[in-house]
């Protein structure tokens, strides 16, 4: 069935430093690809998506590009702050219409 | 805000007991969907509603019941809870069903069962 997979966390970065959370999914055909955020005691809200091979996907200074030849969707961001430390949720909507999750991957940001 | 509105935001119980977790999705949107997360299980899919008919189902155990009415809220009804039960739960809702579409996240109830 449709997965998908993340890198372990926490991740821990000084601020200002480059963010690269991998994320790679299993699907049949040509799924749609999310990244979701939850702020500690809140629900998730979607930070950016990509519905086709090739679509990068942007927000609040975020980006991921849909990779269909390494089954990919790599969160990056250029120079993170305090204010995102938070956990990260790749996640897919393939045939079965399911929006499935991977595990989560905490970003630690420290002044 | 999201829109999605659960309720209650937090419930202690008993083992042995019954509970049922309410979801309004946001005005519009005919699809509901309900997500477990635990520490060590990450965000489980449970089931799916479009417009009142269920739609998909995934980890969802045999304790565990839900069903979206014609005014398109949702309950969870959990029974004969256990300790692993506790957890936070949320549900989500779209607009409709479809490849491209994504999904606005409640708040989550938090269930502890003692």
């Known amino acids: 069935g449709d997965s998908v997979t993340q890198m372990e966390g926490p991740v821990t970065l000084s601020e200002e430093a480059f963010l690269t959370i991998n994320c790679t999914y299993t699907a049949t055909g040509y799924p749609s690809l999310f990244w979701y955020v939850q702020y500690p005691g809140e629900g998730l809200q979607l930070l950016l998506k990509?519905?086709?091979?090739?679509d990068k996907g942007s927000n609040k200074g975020f980006e991921a590009t849909y990779r269909k030849e390494t089954t990919s969707f790599h969160l990056e961001k250029g120079s993170v702050q305090v204010s995102d430390s938070a956990v990260y949720f790749c996640a897919l909507r393939g045939n079965t219409d399911k929006l499935i999750f991977g595990t989560g991957t905490r970003l630690q940001v420290f002044p | 805000d999201s829109g999605v509105t659960q309720t209650p935001k937090h419930l202690i119980t008993a083992t042995g007991q019954r509970v049922t977790l309410r979801c309004s999705p946001r005005s519009g949107d005919l699809s509901v969907y309900w997500y477990q997360q635990s520490l060590d299980q990450g965000l489980q899919f449970l089931i799916q509603?479009?417009?009142?008919?269920?739609?998909a189902k995934g980890n969802i155990l045999e304790r565990f019941s839900a069903q979206q009415f014609p005014d398109l809220h949702s309950e969870l009804n959990l029974s004969s809870l256990e300790l692993g039960d506790s957890a936070l739960y949320f549900c989500?809702?779209?607009?409709?069903?479809?490849?491209?579409?994504?999904?606005?996240f409640g708040q989550g109830t938090r269930l502890t069962v003692v």
């Open positions: 990509a519905t086709k091979a090739d």
């Open positions: 989500a809702s779209s607009p409709r069903q479809g490849l491209t579409t994504e999904a606005f």
């Open positions: 509603y479009y417009n009142g008919e269920e739609r």
